[in-house]
């Protein structure tokens, strides 16, 4: 059974610090990895990564892939309030476009005190 | 880009009846679309995988005759919830992809949030 696991489950921090979150993930054919950020309904995607060791950016946030390892981390830098939210981690198909949907870890919860 | 439309967003039932969420891909074509059920302070955890035209695929603990999917068209695809209980009361999303039209990925609905009274 694939299995997706994040760390920390929760993380309170200061507006301004910079945050890591963790994923691992144990999957019998991996394909690629996934960030969503959930607030109060449904997750918005943030990056898919596929390849190992390619740092992928998108302003603040930033995400790469250890295949070695097994891992990922997503990085935020400079939070802010806004960045409150719950950060999952999922493994799925490559493309996309495959028939088979995602495993996801139980999320981070993410909370930036002002 | 991709916009999943999902319906109603919250719904409040009767133990014992049932309830039907829908779930529309409104700019694209979705050739499978996932249902997923999400408990308070827990992750997603996918139900079942719907192909249009198909039968759907139910995951393991699934109860198929419980949670009737519907995946009609390349736009639509219902989640019907029978013989409502308290315990099914959740948060459920569809998600949305295709093979016909690549770089969609995964498109997620709003969600809907079932209280069974």
């Known amino acids: 059974e694939d299995k997706v696991v994040q760390s920390p489950l929760s993380l309170v921090v200061h507006e301004g610090d910079t945050v890591t979150l963790n994923c691992s993930y144990e999957?019998?054919?991996?394909?690629?990895l996934l960030w969503y950020k959930q607030e109060k309904k449904a997750p918005t995607f943030l990056f898919m990564l596929t390849s190992s060791g390619i740092e992928k950016k998108s302003g603040r946030l930033s995400s790469i892939l250890d295949k070695k390892e097994l891992s990922s981390i997503l990085n935020i830098t400079a939070t802010q309030t806004g960045d409150s939210a719950i950060y999952l981690c999922a493994v799925g198909p490559r493309t996309g476009g495959g028939a088979d949907g995602l495993t996801f870890g139980k999320g981070t919860h993410l909370i930036i005190q002002p | 880009g991709a916009v999943v439309s999902q319906h109603p967003s919250r719904v409040i039932c009767k133990s014992g009846t049932s309830v039907k969420i829908e779930c529309r891909s409104l700019?694209?074509?979705?050739?499978?679309m996932f249902w997923y059920r999400q408990f308070p302070k827990q992750s997603l955890m996918l139900m079942a995988t719907s192909n249009e035209g198909s039968k759907a695929t139910y995951e393991q603990g699934v109860e198929k005759d419980k949670f009737l999917i519907n995946h009609a068209s390349l736009t639509l695809s219902t989640l019907t919830v029978t013989s409502a209980h308290p315990e099914d009361s959740s948060f459920y999303i569809c998600s949305a992809t295709s093979r016909l039209q690549a770089g969609y990925g995964y498109t997620f609905g709003s969600g809907t949030r079932l209280t069974v009274v």
């Open positions: 999957v019998t054919n991996f394909r690629s």
């Open positions: 700019d694209f074509q979705a050739t499978t």
